[in-house]
Nanobody
Framework: EVRLVESGGGLVQPGGSLRLSCAAS????????MTWVRQAPGQGFEWVSV????????DYADSVKGRFTISRDNAKNTLYLQMDSLKTEDTSVYYC?????????RGQGTQVTVSS
């Protein structure tokens, strides 16, 4: 069974940092590029970042470029998102996602709230 399990969310003040993790299982993790997406209350999904299967290529939405860093540890089957200089508008549920076996798969998400 393909599973993606996010963790690391929480409440943080503006300007603070969080590191999200996504534990993958049930598929050959290092064969797949992976993404982070987010969904704010009442909004649609917003793409945040992508990383290639070997970690050699990354890209970011303009809204997070220079503040967020995506990475992966293929030996641990884990995807990460380091979030620095957080802003109130980063408040969302964050999901890791991949197209696994032709199907878009997401985890259950982890809530990030940026508030003073």
């Amino acid at each position: 069974e393909v599973r993606l399990v996010e963790s690391g969310g929480g409440l943080v003040q503006p300007g603070g940092s969080l590191r999200l993790s996504c534990a993958a299982s049930g598929f050959t993790f290092d064969n797949y590029g992976m993404t982070w997406v987010r969904q704010a209350p009442g909004q649609g999904f917003e793409w945040v970042s992508v990383i290639s299967s070997d970690g050699g290529y990354t890209d970011y939405a303009d809204s997070v470029k220079g503040r967020f860093t995506i990475s992966r540890d293929n030996a641990k089957n884990t995807l990460y998102l380091q979030m620095d200089s957080l802003k109130t508008e980063d408040t969302s549920v964050y999901y890791c996602s991949g197209i696994i076996g032709g199907k878009t798969t997401r985890g259950q998400g982890t809530q990030v709230t940026v508030s003073s």
